[in-house]
């Protein structure tokens, strides 16, 4: 047996958990608990088998020649037999996926053929649900002449099992043309066999129960092509052995840039079964001419594969603190309308680089004040107090004599604050319990602090409250901390996110409602992942502008027709696409200057140049109820609205394909107007 690879790197305290499967190669192997036994004690999790064999290949194949000479375009297959199948109902059953036959062709150009495989694919399915099986393994579409027409044999077999799974094989690039053809017509298309799947998943409206056995070939395709199946929902990674190259010494590995993308997908949520294949054959030498080849030991592959998953690298801060979350929606919190609960807050806090930047940024602020003054410091929203701290240490730092002000609306949290008045900061901050809008205090502020921004920088609506508190701001040189902050957001593919929405059946307004979500599963469909600004806001508010506002009957309450039209936002904004793809939604970030040169950043071109590690907020997503096509080299255009009325706040969006021809710009076709005004923000 092969010894596990040399490696000097430092074993991981938390292992991944990786489940790792053998397929079969005999087809008329019989599956028992011995099989499953022997397979898991060499270190496999699983094994793959044939739900029929090779006697009941020659039954069908019989029928079919009867059938041709009696020139048939249909007959009926006999039930299968228990001489017919390899898989029987038993303990063993969970460590086993099932795997259709190999000559199934339901889009076969040949009538007859094409109804036989859909009766076969129908009798094995509905067979493997009876054995208990929880995943079958079905070949993808041999061709891609009748894609429609495999689809819907697909659909139709989704109704045997409510639970069971089926991953449907494909490669993870492909070549277009007629494969029977005698002459050579095939065209490389990195983007073929992913054609192919979003045909099929299309016309099964997204079924959770269809996923996909990705084929990795021993030479992979441009990096683009492997962020697109990213995106998608891939349950199974096949690895053959001619996948693997041999090292110095003979023994299978796999290349830095196979062993990346092993990386990327087993970071997946849920994390994709590896199934190793043609391992009990002698595989074919790639390099005949070269003196090591890999050496011939089919429990080498699976030891490579296991020191792999060993030496994994360690998650980051944002993957630990995310982990449970990714493609997981949230509804935007309601700061205003409802009371956080302590848990809540606690979160928020975990967050050591959000609350180092604020420090830093008061810091500045103060140090940007004369000596000798007692500046007037609030935090207004102070939650349970955590900007409170820095505010203190900050003083401290900068040697500046502060008076220390918190402002909190929420009744169990100025509890709290009162608590920590009195055991932490030593009596020396004044708790004041009112909704920062409707405070009235004897003295101004000179630098007043908040931590209102939402994932879209402005949907928690941090403009509106701290317009409503701006009049007790030093009119002389008094800052508010943040300085700014702008909306920002990018089209992008997010299958997983999409077929959760469009689940919530008993929700009308699913897809009119932004969410909170840590992406992971995604593909950006802009070209170089471009990101654009779509709006900001600057505080404080020009005294005109504010004053403007206040005359038309803005007050802490609400604010009459046309009192905040100053905080009404819209943009349009052109995305150029070069690789054909699905618009599933638009994803949302944001940038903020807090004071001077100290900023925060969600967007991931810029956050660790920023704010790296920062954890606080995930993206907002921004879903279409009917997914948007667009194809290679095309353009989209992103039309958004920040909306409001007396009591509340809300968005609208319109996502459009566009096609140049020459000078000319064709429309594809646009999306609804979505509005998420019945789950708008309450003022």
């Known amino acids: 047996m092969a010894s596990e690879p040399e490696s000097h790197a430092t074993e991981p305290v938390n292992i991944p958990v990786w489940c790792v499967g053998h397929k079969i ?6 599956i028992d608990d011995a099989i499953v036994e022997a397979e898991g004690n060499a270190g496999y999790d699983m094994i793959t088998g044939s739900i029929t064999n090779s006697r009941f290949h020659k039954r069908v194949l019989r029928t079919l020649a009867q059938a041709a000479s009696e020139k048939r375009l249909q007959v009926h297959l006999d039930p299968l037999t228990a001489d017919d199948v390899n898989l029987h109902p038993g303990p063993h059953i969970s460590g086993v996926i099932a795997v259709t036959s190999s000559w199934i062709e339901v889009e076969s150009p040949d009538p007859l053929y094409a109804h ?52 449907i094989q494909l490669p993870i690039d492909d070549w277009v043309g007629d494969r029977e053809a005698l002459t050579t017509n095939l065209l490389y298309d990195p983007l073929s066999a992913w054609d192919a799947w979003n045909t099929i ?114 998650q980051s801060i944002v993957e630990k603190f995310g982990s449970g979350y990714q493609d997981y929606l949230q509804a935007p919190l309601q700061p205003l309308a409802d009371n956080l609960e302590s848990i809540t807050y606690e979160v928020f806090e975990k967050d050591p680089v959000k609350y180092n930047q604020y420090e830093k940024a008061i810091k500045l602020a103060l140090d940007d004040r004369k000596l000798g003054e007692e500046i007037v410091v609030a935090v207004v929203g102070a ?56 405070w009235k205090p004897d003295f101004q502020v000179d630098i007043m602090i908040s931590e209102l921004l939402g994932s879209f920088a402005d949907n928690e609506l941090s403009p509106e409250c701290l317009d409503g508190v701006q009049r007790v701001l030093n009119p002389n040189g008094g800052v508010m901390i943040p300085q700014s902050y702008s909306a920002h957001l990018t089209p992008i593919m997010s299958p997983k996110i999409y077929a959760d929405i469009a689940s919530r059946k008993s929700d009308p307004d699913a897809f009119e409602t932004p969410y909170v979500v840590m992406l992971q599963a995604l593909d950006n469909l802009a070209e170089n992942d471009h990101i654009e600004k779509v709006w900001g806001f600057h505080h404080p508010v020009p005294n005109n502008i504010l004053g403007e506002a206040a005359s038309m009957g803005g007050g802490f309450v609400g604010l009459s027709d046309g009192g905040n039209d100053h905080n009404l936002r819209n943009s349009k904004t052109t995305f150029k696409v070069p690789r054909r793809g699905v618009v599933h939604g638009l994803a949302g970030y944001f940038e903020s200057v807090l004071y001077g040169d100290v900023e925060l950043s969600t967007r991931p071109d810029t956050i660790d140049q920023k704010s790296k590690d920062m954890i606080s907020w995930f993206p907002i997503f921004f879903p279409l109820k009917t997914p948007l096509y667009v194809p290679d080299k095309s353009e989209v255009d992103v039309s958004m609205w920040r909306q409001s009325s007396e009591r509340k706040v809300w968005y609208e969006w319109i996502v459009e394909g566009f096609v140049r021809t020459g000078s000319r710009r064709f429309r594809l076709g646009s999306s609804d107007l979505h509005s998420s005004k019945k789950n708008g923000c309450l003022m």
């Open 25 to 30: 190669a005999d087809q008329n192997l019989q």
């Open 116 to 167: 036989v495989s859909k009766q076969v694919l129908d009798m094995e399915l509905a067979y493997a649900a009876f054995c208990g099986l929880g995943h079958v393994v079905v070949g993808g579409p041999k061709t891609r002449q009748n894609i429609a027409e495999y689809a819907q044999a697909i659909s139709a077999a989704l109704s045997h099992s409510t639970y069971m799974q089926l991953l």
């Open 201 to 314: 998943r299309t016309i099964c409206r997204y079924s959770a129960q269809l996923t996909i056995a990705l084929e990795i070939p021993p030479t992979l395709p441009d990096p683009a092509v492997i962020q697109r199946w990213f995106a998608e929902p891939l349950r199974m990674l096949l690895i053959p052995s001619h996948t693997f190259c041999p090292n110095s010494k003979g023994f299978p590995v796999l290349s830095k840039f196979h062993q990346a993308l092993l990386t990327k997908y087993m970071r997946l949520r849920p994390t994709p079964h590896i199934l190793l294949t043609e391992t009990d054959i002698q595989p074919v030498i790639r390099n005949p001419g070269h003196s090591s080849n890999v050496r011939h030991e089919p429990l080498a592959y699976l030891i490579y594969i296991r020191h792999q998953q060993k030496t994994q690298p360690a």
């Open 383 to 438: 939650g349970r107090g955590p900007l409170v701290t820095r505010a203190l240490r900050a003083a401290e730092l900068s040697g500046r004599s502060i008076k220390m002000v918190a402002v909190e609306k929420n009744p169990n949290a100025y509890i709290h604050l009162l608590r920590q008045n009195r055991l932490i900061w030593n009596n020396r901050v004044t708790v004041i319990k009112s909704d920062m809008r409707a």
